[in-house]
């Protein structure tokens, strides 16, 4: 395990990085004998790793590590980090960076101020609240047909679940009932657990990539999330320039999520189960999802069915049976 992180510091770092006493990250983990001639710090890579180093150890997870490594690499370009006023005015001169993005910066450059001592006050950015983008079913359902077999289970998953990406690239078979069609995520961000289910054809898919592609228990089963994610992105734009669909680039992939949570919220009208869906903690997180959907000015699509067979059809097209008349069965489903 230690080894593994200083692999990828390393890798992060671009050069051997060095601690304050001249010794090599290498040689930190035992790997190479100390060197017979003491070497100065290249800049500030070895305070940064111990920075990191020590968030490591406290348990914080890698893509939290990797996003501060990255915001303290920025900040060493342009700010002396061992002057908390320094970092401030940098910080406070950036006008084109929002104010979340800013926030985020200083929360990195605080865990740098904590591991040194430092004294400074830490500045105030708030951010500013914005709706998210929602998707439509028909943008979902373009963005799924266009992808490869493995992508279109990714955000077939997505989509039938509100996973987050993490979530999604941490299940292992033990996290599946494979007969029952239920997900039992290991929760992120310290969330509440749940059950989540998968559509017939989902599962019919992950079913066959399982058969083809997994083998272990605790094999993590997909990509990390900045791989999913770029191949989404690619996705999404030659999607979007071949059907001259400009709007489709505004989507990121977790607004699968937000596809998810808004849907599920107009079927069944209980923001306390969305809020159990999304395994949100506070119910504040989750009332962002009413604000998104205006239940007076509902448009469907509707459908009949006149066999069992077509039905299931309508169904697994996530059609809502809706009432019998003449003899057939009507469905809808929100345009």
């Not at 593994?4 to 601690?19: P, Y």
């Not at 992508?151 to 996973?163: N, P």
């Not at 995520?185 to 509440?192: N, Q, V, Y």
């Not at 058969?211 to 999404?236: E, G, Y």
Request: net charge positive; hydrophobic share 35%.
């Amino acid at each position: 395990m230690l080894n593994s992180f200083l692999v990828w510091f390393q890798s992060w770092a671009g050069r051997s990085a060095w601690n304050d006493r001249g010794v090599g990250i290498a040689e930190v983990a035992g790997s190479n004998p100390a060197p017979s001639t003491p070497r100065e710090p290249r800049n500030f890579e070895s305070k940064i790793f111990q920075v990191i180093w020590g968030l490591k150890k406290s348990g914080y997870s890698e893509k939290t590590l990797k996003g501060y490594s990255k915001r303290l690499k920025m900040l060493v370009k342009h700010a002396n980090l061992d002057k908390p006023e320094s970092v401030k005015s940098f910080i406070a001169g950036q006008e084109c960076w929002s104010n979340a993005y800013k926030e985020g910066i200083v929360n990195a450059y605080t865990h740098y101020v904590r591991e040194y001592s430092l004294s400074w006050e830490k500045p105030v950015y708030k951010r500013s609240q914005r709706l998210p983008n929602v998707p439509t079913t028909e943008q979902v359902n373009k963005i799924i047909a266009h992808a490869g077999r493995k992508y279109a289970l990714v955000f077939s998953i997505l989509r039938d679940t509100g996973l987050r990406p993490i979530e999604l690239h941490r299940l292992t078979l033990r996290n599946m009932d494979l007969e029952k069609g239920i997900i039992y995520p290991e929760t992120a961000k310290g969330g509440s657990p749940r059950a989540l289910k998968l559509k017939p054809s989902t599962l019919a898919m992950l079913k066959e990539y399982i058969v083809k592609s997994i083998s272990a228990l605790n094999a993590k089963m997909f990509p990390s999330t900045d791989v999913i994610s770029h191949v989404f992105m690619r996705i999404r734009n030659r999607l979007a320039e071949r059907l001259h669909e400009p709007g489709l680039k505004k989507f990121r992939l977790y607004d699968l999520r937000h596809y998810f949570a808004t849907t599920l919220y107009h079927k069944t009208k209980d923001i306390l189960y969305v809020k159990e869906q999304l395994g949100h903690r506070r119910l504040e997180n989750t009332l962002v999802y009413t604000h998104l959907i205006d239940f007076k000015n509902e448009e469907y699509i509707v459908r009949v069915a006149k066999t069992v067979k077509e039905a299931c059809r309508l169904v697994e097209a996530g059609f809502d049976y809706v009432t019998e008349m003449n003899g057939v069965k009507l469905f809808r489903k929100r345009k």
